[in-house]
């Protein structure tokens, strides 16, 4: 697993100022025009605090969530069916839970560093209340966990790249428009709002807004972790079940 | 402006009939995954309506215009919307899809070898891009009107403005996609494309802006977008709105010009 | 009827010049080969005939049209194979026929016919429904040939129409172009294999940096530049030049290649004969006809396929 994992860091050394736009300019972005932007139009902001505060951490989770899908969609896809790299790791000696634990290990990592790259410009200003800002680091990586192994299952059992761009715009917009991001998710009607505890963003919101507001998340905070836990779990069974019907014929 | 240029760049027969026939094959790759691109195509804009526009707007409450109406922030922000919409589609389809076919499927060279030229290539895609960008745009006015955030009769104008959007937009992306040199230059362009959308006066007034700010954003092609649909949908469109339509239309021709002469460059060497 | 005529045609890509002045007449009915190895101009020549590289110079007029302004008018009357297959990997094997109908203006029902019988002459109606990309190198190059032909052309082009394909597939395509040329049209194409265009063509020009060098029907060339004869032989040792020497005089001409030794001689056996008598014990001997290969050897002092 090392290995693999150490191959993905060794192609990142080329990527990583693209990424770095997409991963973490965007989000600064979104930060100023709509958080600053918007936020003088709250009166008295929302939930006691200015908008652009409470948006904030919502937004980190959001961009945690993009980066580890966008990561483990085109390029799991891409390593199937155009580059084939999976299928010259599993002519190396090496198990399919190493292929599989190595990518999803890089994944990972992409997550927290572009994670940690936006809660220093959320620091720098001044929307962070608390120090336990820092553990939204490894909510992000819980949660990129949550959404990148179901992720890897789905981009491995697709044929065409057209489903990576349906699960984008069906699954991965969706959730970030309406899991706590923009607006409480008490505003949403009865059905909606439950769709929002179902999915794995809300989760990571409510533990991040927290962690850098430094108050109660709505949830018990050991259900968060739980349940996101849950969610890698399942999803890790799928893609280790597609990657071994790829990859072992 | 498109009558002085168009008949210097399509002066021959049946270049209509060639266009159709690009559009005809794209008809032809409509497959099952190729429906729901397009339903989410349908339903991305509403979402966002639905999340800024009541979720956020619920927070934000009722918003005060430059010229002292006082409007729901849905009703404000909708039409920005529709804007982003119809230039997201045309680019998507232009740029993304449009580069693939050229540097990758080599579809064009195939066709190249034909009676088809290669501005009658780019009409083609740009009128299939149009068609899809139109259905959108017409299925979000209806929910608007069904929301009562505009009126029927303004929807019928807005139509019409998305829709020179959607050419203004897909001018571009053309001329755009012919400089593009590898996939790596499309994340530069959906980082400007989002730039765009978030300081288009799209979630606030672009009066709230820093004074320099402002002035850069009035010239920007999507700012002008928002600027005519908005004022259709919320009554009161003037001269200002001439001018936006004539800039819109400038944007077109020049785009057109562009991408026709350089296609030809770069594909008939 | 001359179908394509140029006179001191010429391509230039900045400094560099692929096509440098050449003088071509192609007849109606004809099978035309251009034949030369990789960057010899052939395919920039062929692009200038489609229609989609301008010329630098010369004069070039095809089916009695100016390229420069008539280009879809003479686009129309053409079909065109490409070197790489740009079949529409989005379509099914059938629609890739009748869309491409659909941009010479050819009607539907027209195309849906047409298309039906060119899947029966290149032989993939099975096929008809399958997308494209699973088809074998030799089915594209087959429908890509159908492609060409949807539109009844007056001239097909095709650039190197059998590289790539293992040699069943060349001999299937060999075949379908063989009927085309029997039903009377007019066929150019490109190819650095000398067996294709003793196969294929009736005429042929040898290209050679941008030049022409030669020009005539396969016979005549092998006539003009060769012997009847050929004998090829290998000797073991680290280089062939050593025993160069030993053989002078033994026939027309001797060529000397880093693996092989070649006796151009009228009469191979008792060339062979004589190599025996001057007590040479080659590893390998072979007695062959003289071919295009050998034109080409003796016009450019190099080998076509290395």
Known sequence: MRSVLEYHLVGYRRTWRSSALSSFVLPLLTMLGFGLGVGAYVDGGVQGVPYLDWMVPGLIASTAMQVAIGDSSWPVFGNFEWMKVYFAQAAAPLRVVDILDGHLAFVVFRTVVSTGAFLGVAAAFGTLHSGWAVTTLGIAALLGLAVATPTFGYAASVHSDSYLAILFRLGMVPMSLFSGVFFPVEALPGVLRWVAYALPLWHGVDLSRAATLGTAPAWPVTGHVLYLAAWAAAGWWLAYRQFRRRLVV | MITLVLPRLVSFEGAGRRSGAMVERNAATLRSAYWLVM???????????????????????????????????????????????????????????????????????????????????????????????????????????????????????AFFAAALVGFAFGGIGMAVSTFMRSWQDFDLLSSAQFALFLFSGTFVPAQDYPPVLRWVVEVTPLYRSVDLIRSITLGGAGWVQVLDVLYLLAVFAVGLTVAGRRMERQLCK | MTLIHARGLVKRFGDFTAVDGIDVDVERGEAFGFLGPNGAGKSSTMRMIGCVSPPTDGVLRILDLDPRTDGPRIRARLGVCPQLDNLDIELTVRENLTTYARFFGIPRRVARSRADELLEFVQL??????????????????????????????????????????????????????????????????????????????????????????EGSPRALIERYSTREVVELRFHGESQDVFADKLAGLGERVEVLPDRILLYVSDGDAAVAEVHRRSLEPASVLVRRSSLEDVFLHLTGRTLVD
């Open chain 3, 125 to 214: 109606t099975e096929r008809a429904d399958s997308k494209v990309e699973p088809l074998s190198g030799g089915m594209k190059r087959r429908l890509t040939i159908a492609r060409a032909m949807v539109n009844e052309p007056d001239i097909v082009l095709l650039d190197e129409p059998t590289t790539g394909l293992d040699p069943q597939a060349r001999h299937l395509v060999w075949e379908r172009l063989f009927r085309l040329k029997q039903q009377g049209v007019t066929l150019v194409l490109t190819t650095h294999y000398m067996d294709e265009a003793e196969q294929l063509c009736d005429r042929l020009v040898v290209m050679d940096g941008g030049r022409i060098v030669a």
């Open chain 2, 39 to 157: 339903l989410a195509g349908f339903i991305e804009p509403v979402l966002y309506l639905f999340s800024i526009g009541i979720g956020v707007g619920a927070l934000v409450g009722d918003l005060t215009l430059p010229d002292g109406r006082v409007v729901e922030y849905a009703t404000f922000v909708a039409p920005a919307m529709l804007a982003a919409s119809a230039m997201s589609g045309a680019l998507s389809e232009t740029t993304f899809n449009f580069f693939g076919k050229m540097k990758f499927m080599r579809l064009y060279d195939g066709i190249l070898a034909t009676p088809v030229r290669p501005i009658e290539i780019a009409l083609g895609e740009l009128a299939w891009a149009m068609i899809r960008g139109n259905l959108y745009a017409a299925a979000f006015l209806v929910v608007m009107v069904v929301m009562d955030l505009t009126t029927a009769g303004a929807a019928v104008l």
